[in-house]
Nanobody
Framework: QVQLVESGGGSVRAGGSLTLTCSASGIVIELNSYCLAWFRQAPGKERQGVATIDDSRRTTYGDPAKGRFTIAKTNGENAIYLQLDSLNHEDTAMYYC???????????????????WGQGTQVTVSS
């Protein structure tokens, strides 16, 4: 059974950085076609796509992430990462990892496009 576990969240001051990790089990990512994504959800708001990466290492970013966040996958590791830089209060949210078994990510990734989800890791940015 595929499981995704996020880690690396925490509290940080505005302007700070965090690195989130999504570790997968029950699947060897590099042996499969995949699209992996980070989403986030703030209280009272809809889940929002942050970034995606596919098995060709193509990446996409949502508008809030462009120029500040970086999604990456390291060869040989069954995990992906999300580097968060220049954080601001509006980045405060629960961050989720999601997996879709397909070789390409949707042009605009929506939550309904993904089958497997982690439990999330909280990021809190103070002013």
């Amino acid at each position: 059974q595929v499981q995704l576990v996020e880690s690396g969240g925490g509290s940080v001051r505005a302007g700070g950085s965090l690195t989130l990790t999504c570790s997968a089990s029950g699947i060897v990512i590099e042996l499969n076609s995949y699209c992996l994504a980070w989403f986030r959800q703030a209280p009272g708001k809809e889940r929002q796509g942050v970034a995606t990466i596919d098995d060709s290492r193509r990446t996409t970013y949502g508008d809030p992430a462009k120029g500040r966040f970086t999604i990456a996958k390291t060869n040989g590791e069954n995990a992906i990462y999300l580097q968060l830089d220049s954080l601001n209060h509006e980045d405060t949210a629960m961050y989720y990892c999601a997996l879709r078994r397909a070789s390409r990510c949707p042009a605009v990734a929506g939550a309904a496009d993904f089958t497997y989800w982690g439990q999330g890791t909280q990021v809190t940015v103070s002013s």
